[in-house]
């Protein structure tokens, strides 16, 4: 087998460790080729092919990690990782580990770590690797490593919720609450949202975001009528949808360009969370990515012909969503 083809078959391997210690699709792209790079370069062959890799992308994520969480630290609202909708690795012997690995969630947890727990927490408890091919790709000693992996196996088994909703319950519940979407089913929805759910986007500064976020079934339900449906009325699309290993959603404008993507937690049978991502920078590995502003105006016009003629008098008016999120925006650049 030809080194070309020895990379290939583990490509996807390559790309899952990048993605899950770096959160970033573009980013992990990048390790993989700089993996290559390097694997083309060198002289001799290693004696396992699967370990020289996964050190050599493991270093490279790690050196990128570490700048990156100076320009997260800089980041304009919630930073989220950017949305996967498809693994490219499997493996039926580990398939729990890497579809929880996958979630929003627990990137998010991989957030708290460092960028060498991080790196090793991956290794071994994603992708089941020894300790000395984890000595080796992180260059500390075998008992360093095992430290580094209890100390961040404590930090993400105190993140997680208690107890999780299985696959099938999820999906349900998710495929429920889509299709009350769809139907602006209002009474459909509050059945299905928790009392306190909550709603955050990573905007990035680039795109509309719902104000910092937004808390309790009532502003859920409030924001989805106003926002939504219009939306939905001028030709946009809701394509439910796996994102990160989790129920989810990709919403695409009439020409089928990529506007944002949902993803739902879901625990105790409600929706205690939804997150969406709507940086356009975070969504071109998807396709082309929808003018989310155009998008904005369009819906709150089509909006205002729903509601008919409103009262004159600026006291009896409530300001829409949309309203909202603009005047967010015009006071974060200011």
């Known amino acids: 087998m030809s080194r070309v083809e020895e990379f290939e078959q583990l490509r996807p391997l390559l790309f899952s460790i990048a993605y899950?210690?770096?959160?970033?699709?573009?980013e992990a792209e990048d390790a993989v080729q700089e993996t290559w790079l390097r694997y083309d370069l060198s002289t001799t062959r290693p004696t396992s092919t699967r370990a020289y890799l996964s050190a050599t992308v493991t270093r490279i994520s790690i050196d990128v990690l570490r700048s990156a969480r100076v320009r997260r630290e800089e980041y304009v609202g919630p930073w989220f990782p950017e949305p996967l909708l498809t693994d490219p690795y499997q493996d039926p012997e580990h398939a729990a580990e890497l579809?929880?690995?996958?979630?929003?969630?627990?990137?998010?947890?991989?957030?708290?770590?460092?960028?060498?727990e991080r790196a090793v927490f991956v290794l071994r408890e994603v992708f089941a690797f020894g300790f000395p091919d984890i000595a080796a790709a992180v260059g500390r000693s075998e008992a360093a490593c095992r430290q580094l992996a209890v100390r961040a196996r404590r930090h993400m088994d105190a993140g997680r919720p208690r107890f999780e909703a299985d696959r099938k319950e999820r999906e349900e519940l998710a495929e429920r609450f889509f299709d009350a979407l769809k139907n602006g089913d209002v009474d459909g929805l509050r059945q299905l949202l928790a009392a306190d759910v909550q709603m955050a986007a990573d905007s990035g500064g680039k795109a509309p975001r719902w104000a910092e976020a937004i808390h309790g079934v009532d502003q859920m339900c409030h924001m989805l009528d106003q926002l939504l449906l219009p939306f939905l009325r001028i030709g946009g699309a809701m394509e439910p949808r796996q994102v990160n290993g989790q129920p989810g959603a990709v919403f695409r404008d009439r020409d089928g360009k990529v506007v944002n993507t949902w993803t739902l937690d879901i625990l105790d049978g409600r929706i205690q969370a939804i997150r969406t991502v709507s940086n356009p920078d975070k969504l071109g590995h998807m396709g082309p990515v929808a003018d989310a502003w155009a998008l904005l105006r369009e819906a709150e016009q089509a909006r205002r012909d729903m509601a008919g003629p409103q009262p004159a008098d600026p006291a009896t008016t409530r300001k829409s969503v949309p309203e909202r999120v603009r005047e967010a925006e015009q006071e974060h650049r200011t």
């Open 20 to 26: 899950r210690i770096l959160g970033s699709v573009a």
């Open 99 to 116: 579809a929880d690995s996958l979630s929003m969630a627990s990137l998010l947890l991989l957030e708290r770590l460092s960028p060498l």
